[in-house]
C-alpha cells in the first residue's frame, strides 16, 4: 500500500495509506487523550478530546477519524487545540460527581488523567445534573450512569459479539443514556456480565461489585492470564494487593475474545485467595451456587465419582 | 523494663511498660488508622482518629497515647469504633475541598485512605468552610490551608526535629490556622524551606510545587538514592516519570530519617537541566571544545606527570569532596599517595 508522509510537531512521521492521524502521531511517540477511540472497535469520534490542528483545514478535526495526507501539517497541542480539549472536560465535569474521594477508578479514570493534564480544576459551568440510582442489580456490575461521559464504548463492544448488543444508547439530548432494551437494570436484561464494557469504560461509570472496596487502582498489582476453559484464548488479569490476588478482571477485549463470566469465575475460583460463592440467576432471582454448578462442572464430577466408586 | 501483657482483638501480646496500645497492636500487625501521630514526634493525641474500645474505660480512648496496662482488653474495630472513626472523618470532610480530581496528593492522602477505608462518600454535615488563598509566594511548596485537618505534625516537625519552629498554630476555634508568625506567607518568614513538613503532612495541605504538579503518586517509580550535596549522605528517594527525576521524597534513611535540607529535597532541577556539563571540555585557543574522556584523562595525566618530572611529587596536592562517595575518596587517596607520591591530600568535610 502506498505511504504519505506527513508532520506532526514538527516531526516527520511516514504511515501507509488510510491510517489516522492519531495512529501515526502514536507512531511518532506523541500522545494524543481520546475517550471514544478503541482500536478494536469501529472509529466512532464522538468525545472530541482528541481533536488537532491541521494546516488548511476548515475546524479541528478529530484526529482518530482523520486520514493522514501527503503533506499534511498538524500540530497536537496548539492553544486552540488545548482551548478545545479544556472546553471538553469542564464540559464533561459539569455532569460527573466529584467523589474521586472513594470512586473505585480513582487512579486510573481518564477524565481524571486529562483534568490533571490540562489543569482543569472542575466544571467550568452551572447546569442541570443527572441523579440516577445506582445500578447495582446484579452480584457482578455497578453501573453508575451520573458517571457516564456518553463515550459508547460499552454498547459498541457488547455489540461486537455475536448475538449480544444488550446495551445501547436511549432517549435524546441531555438525557440520553446507556441502557438495555426498556431502560431495564442490567439484572433485568439479557446480559451475561462478561465485563467487556468494564474492561473499555474510561471513567467510573462501570466497576466491578467483587472488588468494591477490596483496594485503589495504585495499590492494585495487574498480572495477566489467559483462560483456558475454551479455545478462545481470553485475556484477564489477576488483581494482586499486598501480595493477595483479590480479583479477576476482563483483559482487552477483541474479535473471537467472549470474555465470559464462566471464564472469569474460573479463574477467581483457580486464582482468588479469599473467593467468593457465585451467584446464578434462577427463575429471575440471583442464587447462591457452588462453584462446580457455577462453572458447569457438576455433570464432570458425577463421571469422576462414579469412576471411583468402580 | 518489665512488660506488660494485653489483649487486642482477641489475640494475647507482650510490650515494654510504657508502650503504647498503638504499639502494642502494630506488634501483632493489628492496622490503627492515625492522622497526628508520627513516631518520630512528640504525642498529642488530637485528632481521635487512632480511638479504641478498652474494656471498662468511660470512654474511647486514643491508642497512639495511652500506655498499654497489664490485662487490658482491647478492641480495635468495634461498633463504637468504627462509628467514631466515621464521623471524625466526616467532621473533617465537612471542611475539606472535594478536588481529588487534581489534587496533587491524591493518592498519597491519609484522609482519602481512611474516608475509602471507611466507606465515607462525604460529609452530610454542612457548614462553614474555609475560603484561604492558596500561598505560591515560594518557588519550593505550595501552602493549601483549605486542605489543613490541623493535625500539627507539621508544627512538631518544625519545631522538634529541623528545630526552627517557624510555623505554629494561631487563632482559635474554627479559625485555628497553622501560619509563620505575624500570619504572614512562609516567603516572608524565617523559614528555610527544608520541606520536612511537607514530608510529613497526611493530606494535600503542604505539597512539592513541582513534583506534585507534574506526576501523580501512582505514576512515579522511586529510587532510593543517597544526596550528592554534602558529606552528611542523607538518603531519599527520586521520583521517576517517564524516565525523567520529578522530584524528591523523604524516606526513612539511616542518616537523616525523613529530614532533609532545601538542596537535597528542592535542588534537582539541574538533572536535566539543558546546560547540564555532561561530558570533559578542553581549553583550546581560549575556547571550551568537547572532548572525549580519553582525552581529557590523557591530558590531565601527561600535565600531572610533567609537573612531578619537573618539579617533584610534593609539588602537587589534592583536594577530595565531601561530595563523592568513600570509595571515589579511598582511590583519590591511592591516586595520592601511591602514583602521584605525594601526601599533600586534603578533605574538606576533615574537621
Known sequence: MANVTLTINGIKVTVSMGTTVLDAAAQAGIFIPTFCHDPEIARFGACRICVVEIAGMRNLPASCVTEASQGMVVNTESPAVVEARKTILEMLLANHPQDCLTCEKNGACRLQDYSFRYGVKGPGFEGKRHEYPLDDSNPYIIRDMNKCILCGRCARTCAQVEGRAVIDFTYRGFNTKIAPPMDTTLAESDCVYCGRCLAVCPVGALTYKRMAGKGRSWEIEKKPVICTFCDSGCLFDLNIKDGKVIGVTAGTPGQGRPLCLKGRLGLELLYCDEPTDPLMKRDGEFVKVSWSDALGLDGVLDKIRKIEGK | ?351
Open chain 2, 1 to 351: 523494663m518489665a512488660d506488660v501483657t494485653l489483649t487486642i482483638n482477641g489475640q494475647q501480646v507482650s510490650v515494654a511498660q510504657g508502650g503504647t496500645i498503638l504499639d502494642a497492636a502494630k506488634k501483632l500487625g493489628v492496622f490503627i488508622p492515625t492522622l497526628c501521630h508520627d513516631p518520630e514526634l512528640s504525642k498529642v493525641g488530637s485528632c481521635r482518629m487512632c480511638v479504641v474500645d478498652v474494656k471498662g474505660a468511660r470512654s474511647l480512648v486514643i491508642s497512639c497515647a495511652t500506655a498499654a496496662a497489664e490485662g487490658m482488653v482491647v478492641e480495635t474495630e468495634s461498633p463504637a469504633v468504627m462509628e467514631a472513626r466515621k464521623t471524625i472523618i466526616e467532621l473533617l470532610l465537612a471542611n475539606h475541598p472535594q478536588d481529588c480530581l487534581t489534587c496533587g496528593r491524591n493518592g498519597d492522602c491519609r484522609l482519602q485512605d481512611y474516608a475509602y477505608l471507611y466507606g465515607v462518600r462525604g460529609s452530610d454535615l454542612t457548614g462553614a468552610v474555609h475560603q484561604y488563598e492558596l500561598e505560591t509566594d515560594n518557588p519550593f511548596m505550595i501552602r493549601d490551608m483549605n486542605k489543613c485537618i490541623l493535625c500539627g505534625k507539621c508544627v512538631r516537625m518544625c519545631g522538634e526535629i529541623q528545630g526552627n519552629s517557624v510555623v505554629d498554630f494561631t487563632y482559635r476555634g474554627f479559625n485555628t490556622k497553622v501560619a509563620p508568625a505575624m500570619d504572614s506567607s512562609l516567603a516572608e518568614s524565617s523559614c528555610v524551606f527544608c520541606g520536612n513538613c511537607v514530608a510529613v503532612c497526611p493530606t494535600g495541605a503542604l505539597q512539592e510545587k513541582g513534583l506534585r504538579s507534574s506526576a501523580r503518586p501512582w505514576e512515579v517509580k522511586k529510587v532510593r538514592t543517597t544526596c550528592p550535596y554534602c558529606g552528611t549522605g542523607c538518603s531519599f528517594d527520586l521520583n521517576v516519570k517517564d524516565g525523567k527525576v520529578v522530584g524528591v521524597t523523604s524516606c526513612n534513611g539511616d542518616v537523616n530519617g525523613r529530614a532533609l535540607c532545601v538542596k537535597g529535597r528542592f535542588g534537582y532541577g539541574f538533572i536535566h537541566h539543558p546546560d547540564r556539563l555532561q561530558g570533559p571540555l578542553i581549553k583550546k585557543d581560549g575556547q571550551f571544545v568537547a572532548a572525549t574522556w580519553e582525552e581529557a584523562l590523557g591530558l590531565i595525566a601527561q600535565k600531572l606527570g610533567s609537573i612531578k618530572g619537573q618539579y617533584g611529587s610534593d609539588s602537587i596536592g589534592v583536594l577530595s569532596s565531601a561530595r563523592c562517595t568513600n570509595e571515589e575518596n579511598y582511590l583519590l587517596s591511592k591516586l595520592t599517595r601511591a602514583v602521584i607520591g605525594t601526601n599533600n591530600i586534603d578533605h574538606c568535610a576533615r574537621l
